[in-house]
């Protein structure tokens, strides 16, 4: 059911089925013109829960637009198909071209051999071909025409709310929060969570993406906020302390991979993400669902990459398999 969080600002709960973040919070700002932020998967329970709650208060998609804090499919899935003629899909000019990449069978090849590259068996990325939703409940196709790239600084007006885009790289390279000055909102997106954190991982092109999120956090830290709006759980409180919550989740992170590497030099993306901690009901990594491995993996290697970049850790080829040690632990690399 549809819930009224202001007299014109609603939150739709969408369900994620069978996936650990459970829910998309789509939020609504309702008026002559109505924007409606983020959509959830190109699946059947995502969008029936959507009709259903669009219908409950009755929005008219011929007068709606679409803003998407960023690309992943839980939030772009289903926007071609709530979009209606006249009406714009919004979404950062950053990224923008990563929605073309995610319909590219080949775009998918190219990210699994490097997973391979960095220790993912074969036979579990052939497994995700056809059990990963970032690559199954995207967008069905590509029509640039349909989306309106966004700037850093872009502002939209909806009846008397002018929001502000602010790019906030990290968890995609694009990610983009909504700040409603005026009454003090923030449409956070998947950039700042409570009780689970934003998933962090290695960008094609991108040098550091945790780097990138480190800063960004403190772009939106001491932000005036009066009413945080996350994408996903119901959970929300203080803004600046959890934004230190998550600085500090992340130096746990580096110094726990950089005793596992101290422990064990010359280990792949995936044995260090095996011997991560991870809080998931699993007894051990061999139990971790093949999607949720993938996850875990792209995270090591964006904490991986911050190190790198720091001089910490170097990384070497080993007869085409990526493996890591810290600085001190070995002499030459080969890239």
């Not at 959509?39 to 008219?60: H, K, N, S, W, Y």
Request: with cysteine; charged share 25%; net charge negative.
């Amino acid at each position: 059911m549809a819930e009224q969080i202001e007299t014109d600002l609603w939150r739709l709960d969408i369900p994620l089925v069978g996936n650990p973040l459970k829910n998309l919070n789509s939020y609504l700002i309702a008026g002559e013109r109505n924007l409606l932020i983020d959509t959830g998967f190109r699946q059947v329970p995502c969008r029936e829960a959507m009709t259903r709650q669009l219908q409950e208060i009755g929005v008219d998609l011929d007068r709606t637009d679409i803003f998407l804090t960023h690309r992943h499919s839980d939030h772009a899935g289903l926007a071609p198909e709530l979009v209606r003629p006249g009406c714009r899909v919004y979404i950062s000019q950053v990224d923008l071209p990563g929605l073309e990449d995610a319909m590219s069978e080949d775009r998918w090849r190219a990210l699994y051999r490097d997973y391979e590259r960095n220790g993912f068996p074969s036979e579990e990325t052939a497994s995700l071909w056809h059990s990963n939703p970032a690559q199954n409940a995207g967008a069905a196709h590509w029509a640039p025409s349909l989306y309106t790239p966004l700037a850093d600084g872009a502002e939209l007006a909806y009846g008397s709310h002018h929001l502000r885009c602010m790019l906030t790289p990290g968890h995609t390279p694009g990610h983009l929060c909504l700040y409603e000055p005026e009454r003090r909102w923030l449409f956070c997106g998947d950039h700042v969570l409570f009780h689970i954190t934003p998933n962090i991982c290695r960008w094609s092109g991108v040098p550091d993406s945790l780097g990138d999120y480190l800063e960004s956090l403190e772009r939106v830290k001491m932000l005036p906020v009066a009413r945080l709006l996350p994408a996903h759980r119901a959970e929300t409180g203080d803004l600046s302390a959890r934004v230190e919550e998550l600085r500090q989740h992340h130096a746990r992170r580096l110094a726990e991979v950089l005793e596992i590497l101290r422990r064990e030099p010359g280990l792949t993306a995936y044995q260090i993400a095996g011997r991560m901690r991870w809080s998931i009901r699993c007894r051990t990594w061999a139990d971790f669902p093949v999607t949720q491995k993938f996850f875990a993996v792209g995270e090591a290697l964006a904490h991986l990459d911050y190190l790198k970049v720091r001089g910490q850790v170097e990384r070497r080829n080993r007869a085409g398999t990526y493996e890591y040690c810290v600085t001190s632990d070995i002499g030459t690399t080969q890239e």
